[in-house]
């Protein structure tokens, strides 16, 4: 999916708001639960929102990650998204997929197609 998302688009900027209560409770110590999710506890999986620009102009893909800190609750994020006012201004680091569209963020494997 993410091989054929490269050639549909030139540019995606993605937003990754954490949440999944099952992989970060008791991460360090610290218990996570439904202030945690941006839904509650009615989706206990990790939220992303994502932009899909299309450029003809513009022949190779870039890709544009931001993420909230694992422990943040929900009005944390709400509030870091506001104070950005609109998604392109906030902090974002460029991340470069390999050929078989194999993506890293500080060294760790986001997902593979």
Do not use: C
């Not at 995606?12 to 639960?33: H, Q, V």
């Not at 009615?42 to 990650?65: C, D, H, L, N, R």
């Amino acid at each position: 999916m993410r091989k054929h998302l490269a050639q549909a688009f030139s540019k995606r900027d993605i937003i990754d708001l954490k949440g999944n209560i099952r992989k970060y409770s008791m991460r360090a110590g610290i218990p996570i639960g439904e202030k945690h999710t941006v839904f509650g506890l009615a989706a206990m999986v990790g939220i992303s929102v994502a932009f899909f620009i299309k450029k003809p102009s513009e022949e190779k893909t870039q890709i544009f990650y931001s993420t909230v800190d694992w422990k943040a609750t929900r009005q944390e994020k709400f509030e870091r998204l506001e104070k950005a006012v609109t998604y392109s201004k906030l902090d974002y680091q460029s991340i470069q997929p390999d050929n078989k569209q194999i993506q890293m963020v500080n060294g760790r494997l986001t997902s593979r197609v």
